[in-house]
C-alpha cells in the first residue's frame, strides 16, 4: 500500500512538471507564432497586389458581416482587392486561401494560406501554379466555372486529390459570391453584370 501510494505521488508530481512545462512552452511560443502568421500573410497580400503604393492590410472593407477584404491602391484609385476565405471540408481539414481580384472581379491570383493535414504529395499539390493558374482571369460574377470538373465546373482537379481540389475551389467560390453581391460597396462603383 505504501509503495502504491509513492508510485501515484511520484506520477502526480512528473504530470504536474509536464503540464507547467507546456505551459510554459506555450506561453512562450504562442506570440512568435501568430506574428509569423501575419507576416506571411502580410508577403500573401503583397504579392496579391504588387503596385499597391497604401498599405492593404490596414486598408479594409467588412462586408456581410464578416467578410474582410483589403484594399489595393494605386495613386488613391482602387487597383485590387484580397479576400481570406477558407472550406472544412478539405481530406484533412480546413484549407485556407487568399484570393486577389482586380476591381471588374476578374481573379489575379489564388494562394494557398493553409493546407497543412491534406496528404503529402497529393493533396498538397493543391498548393502548385499547374492547379491555382487556372483560377486566373475567371469571373466573380459569373462563377459557375467555380468547382471542379466532375462536378460540372471547369477547374482541373488535382490526380488523386479531389476532395482537397473541391474544397479550394470552394473556398474560391464562397468569396466570390460575396464580392459579386457587395462589389458596389467594395470599390465605390457599381459595374454592370455580364449578359
Known sequence: M???????????????????????????????????????????ICRALPEADNDPLAETRTVATNWTFHIGRTGGRITGLAFQSSSTKGYGGRIEVMVALSPDGAIRSVEILSAAKETPGLGTKVAEPKFLDQFKSRSARDNAWAKVAKDGGAIQAV??????????????????????????????EAVPAKE
Not at 512545462?21 to 502580410?42: C, D, S, Y
Not at 488523386?160 to 470552394?170: D, L, M, N, P
Open 2 to 44: 505504501k509503495e502504491s501510494l509513492r508510485l501515484v505521488g511520484v506520477m502526480a508530481a512528473f504530470s504536474l512538471v509536464a503540464g507547467l512545462l507546456l505551459a510554459i512552452t506555450h506561453a512562450v511560443t504562442a506570440m512568435p507564432i501568430q506574428e509569423a502568421g501575419k507576416r506571411g500573410k502580410v508577403a500573401v
Open 159 to 188: 490526380t488523386g486529390a479531389t476532395i482537397s481540389s473541391r474544397a479550394v475551389t470552394e473556398a474560391v467560390r464562397r468569396g466570390l459570391d460575396v464580392f459579386a453581391a457587395h462589389q458596389g460597396d467594395l470599390v465605390g
